[in-house]
């Protein structure tokens, strides 16, 4: 069973930072697309940054340049450093894992990420 854990979450000022992290047990046998997704009141559901297995990161075109997704070695734990944040970033963030570590883009299907963490509030203020 596998069971993300979002922490971090907090209310900065406009052009801050936060660091959101994401800890993930159950999956060390098994190749992961792991990634954060935000949603705002009125919105629907949206992914932010995606990290593959390998390696490989995709990033919404929103928060290229400022958002950087990264796991540890043994990727149990995914972060997203949040930088030059702005009022628009203000959403419940969410770590998500999905089964199928090559296939991390973020055109994968919403649904295919099965295993869903509780959400983290980030509020940014003008």
């Known amino acids: 069973q596998v069971r993300p854990v979002e922490s971090g979450g907090g209310a900065v000022q406009a052009g801050g930072s936060l660091r959101l992290s994401c800890a993930v047990s159950g999956a060390d046998d098994l190749s992961f697309c792991m990634g954060w997704f935000r949603q705002a009141p009125e919105k629907e559901r949206e992914a932010v940054a995606l990290?593959?297995?390998?390696?490989?990161?995709d990033y919404a075109d929103s928060v290229k340049g400022r958002f950087t997704i990264s796991k540890d070695g043994a990727k149990n734990t995914l972060s997203l450093q949040m930088n030059s944040l702005i009022p628009e970033d203000t959403a419940m963030y969410y770590c998500?894992?999905?089964?199928?570590?090559?296939?991390?883009?973020?055109?994968?299907?919403?649904?295919?990420?099965?295993?869903w963490g509780q959400g983290a509030q980030v509020t940014v203020s003008s």
């Open positions: 998500a894992v999905a089964i199928g570590g090559t296939y991390c883009q973020l055109q994968r299907p919403i649904q295919s990420f099965l295993y």
């Open positions: 990290l593959g297995d390998p390696d490989k990161v």
